[in-house]
């Protein structure tokens, strides 16, 4: 590697976080569809609308344990014959005639004749007889055909990841497979002659890679798979070899390069496989320097070689590709509020990002407290941080009990 | 099956949410260490500390781009010799003496002989010459040795589920396996004549099984590994032979067996197998009755077959169960709060879990709407729902506004 520090001409300004992040959803669409069984769908996002193979429940059945009768026989003190009985699975096979009545369960079927349900509470038996000890009122007690979901309902709409719940539901409705969005492929770049992998000889004055892991887990942790390539050494040869990887990829994601002036040397040797860059300054701390183009089909999106600030960049800018990829819409990180704290200075004309710790006050309440020295080079306390404070530009100073908008790294296992 | 509804002598009288809560994670154990590749550690619990193998940074290091120099020659005017350069991964094998700079990079070592750094920006370059535009000050920008941790030092404690950014940190300390519990291998077993699996012919008055898939779900979603066991018959010897297939596995979940009255075939029958039940009734809404017991080593939780009560039981006592089988403490599902929509009325004895919407109104905040209509018989309400709101045994009524108790099913992937 020759390192210059100069800036290439031509550069475009600073653009803010909402522009970058547009761009680049923007730029994606989601990944095909395939067919998964069911066990395998939890966290995918649906493809198509899951409808209902079936109506459920698929016929009147007791909503409690007791016994079905004809309304009108239900009155205090009557007494009935019991002619039979019908489990759950176990339809009683005849019909309720007058005077009669059919010992019932939770979600059996109420039998032909009976319109009414006998409490298990409010009755006497006695041999096959059972007398009634409150009146009863028809319909009540009996859940209707239908009452959970007709067939032909969409049960599940499309672009839903699907949760245990809704799993249940696809199961319910009678699907065996699901059709969902294949999982995002993401390829995993770490360019430097500097870094070295865990477990492996470490070149002097370098570090251990921690990048190519931190977002390979962050990529699982937003139901993407991620393939880390081999580090590229700090030439445009190793670095442009890295490209041809790429086939098959829904997304290539480069971390370096900030040796030789932040992303020179990936942008120069990508662009020798025919990398078209779309930006790559953007008004926020950590992180400025941010890369968006694609390679042919395949977009790549560079973030900072500095930890901390590549995991940032990554929960702004990653998190929302892997989601949009994956089948969801087009969307920032999902953001809650917490209360400050302490106080907070006023922003310069950059969006800020403060790593900070969250613990609930008396009432429940979500408190954001960041940590006092917000150093990009400090992976423990990135790692110790629940929460990242937004701080749009040009933010006003806030006292301490103020509501601000925070992400929740520790919600997204990020 | 030969259903009685008589209820058997001696059952244990309604417990409490909290109390039954208590006796099931008491009964547990995490489950053993196993050594797994880095790569495969996201969300995993460490069982053991991350101790740091090496030094971040080693040496002290450039937070910037600009130049290394003696501090006594940064003073305004000063026109200093380029006698090298120190990419990061290339560290200056001389020193620096006086009237010298050495050009560096951010993360490059700063050479022997420099303690300070000139930024670039505050730099003139003339061919092998650099002139000082700003006085510079002794230590600044420079990253000292162990800043972010030193060899030895516990980067991740035990006891923790490993973040995206806890790997990158494991990965910065030289870690290319890591020491966590084995993911809990959770049987699941449903019961009952009327259930077919989704894409299976459907017995008369039957339904197609749900609870198995979304528990399954469940289970992943809290880190395990789920195994969904046959259907079991409602016959003592189906059930019982069920309890064969419980070897190697941290813990057998069953649902149904609501027939014959709540759990009472499925207690008979696994009793055959050596069961040991420990209580079954709890006080609460949706999901009343619910069995725990030991089958040999292996602990057995029954949920109701409904599978709106199976569901919320899973979230209030399985999930914090295969929490403490990974390896974290015993503790109740994270709560957060919300504001409420509507009214609620005042409760009874019977702690109750509120399905709801979550939306954040104008300020962000997030706002809590129970669905009118609470029945344990609609799954797709339950799939809709975001958010169960807890309700207290005799809590009094709420306005809308007032602040609640929520478990964010939405969170978890539940």
């Not at 007690?141 to 969409?154: E, K, L, V, Y």
């Not at 709409?157 to 719940?165: D, E, I, N, S």
């Not at 497979?177 to 999982?183: E, F, K, P, Q, S």
């Not at 086939?247 to 040797?269: P, R």
Request: hydrophobic residues 50%; aromatic residues 2%; contains cysteine.
């Amino acid at each position: 590697m020759s390192g210059t520090p100069d800036r290439a001409p031509g550069r475009p300004p600073l653009i803010s976080v909402e522009d970058a992040r547009g761009h680049i959803l923007d730029a994606l669409s989601p990944t095909p569809a395939e067919l998964v069984a069911l066990a395998e769908a939890w966290n995918r996002v649906t493809a198509a609308p899951v409808v209902a193979r079936l109506t459920q429940p698929p016929t009147d059945v007791s909503a409690m344990d007791g016994y079905a009768l004809r309304a009108a026989d239900g009155t205090l003190g009557a007494d009935l014959a019991v002619i039979g009985a019908a489990p759950a699975g176990h339809p009683f096979a005849g019909a309720v005639g007058p005077g009669q009545a059919v010992r019932l369960f939770t979600g059996s079927v109420v039998p032909a004749g009976a319109d009414a349900i006998l409490l298990q509470e409010d009755a006497t038996r006695s041999g096959e007889r059972v007398q009634v000890n409150e009146a009863v009122t028809a319909g009540r007690h009996i859940r209707r055909a239908g009452q959970d979901f007709a067939r032909g309902d969409t049960v599940v709409p499309a672009g839903r990841r699907l949760t245990a719940r809704d799993i249940g539901l696809a199961a319910a409705a009678n699907h065996p497979w699901l059709t969902v969005h294949r999982a995002p492929r993401i390829g995993i770049l770490a360019t430097g002659d500097e870094i070295a992998m865990p477990g492996e000889p470490i070149p002097a004055g370098g570090i251990v890679s921690s990048n190519s892991h931190a977002l390979a887990a962050l990529v699982r942790a937003c139901g993407g798979a991620p393939t880390i390539l081999p580090i590229a050494q700090d030439t445009t040869e190793a670095v442009a070899a890295a490209a041809d990887a790429v086939g098959g990829l829904d997304m290539l994601v480069t971390t370096g390069g900030a040796s030789v002036g932040d992303h020179d040397l990936v942008i120069a040797a990508l662009q020798t496989r025919g990398l078209e860059v779309t930006f790559w300054q953007i008004a926020m701390r950590p992180g400025k320097p941010l890369l968006f183009g694609r390679l042919g089909a395949v977009p790549v999106l560079g973030l900072p070689g500095n930890p901390v600030s590549a995991m940032v960049c990554a929960t702004l800018f990653l998190m929302p590709a892997l989601a949009r990829l994956s089948g969801l819409p087009a969307a920032p990180p999902p953001v809650s509020t917490a209360l400050l704290g302490t106080a907070v200075k006023a922003n310069d004309h950059r969006a800020d990002h403060l790593r900070a710790t969250i613990h609930a006050d008396a009432a429940g309440r979500s408190v954001a407290t960041p940590f006092p020295v917000q150093d990009s080079a400090m992976l423990r306390r990135l790692a110790h941080a629940d929460a990242l404070i937004l701080r749009a530009p040009h933010a006003p100073a806030l006292d301490a009990g103020a509501e601000v908008p925070v992400i929740r790294l520790d919600s997204f296992g990020l």
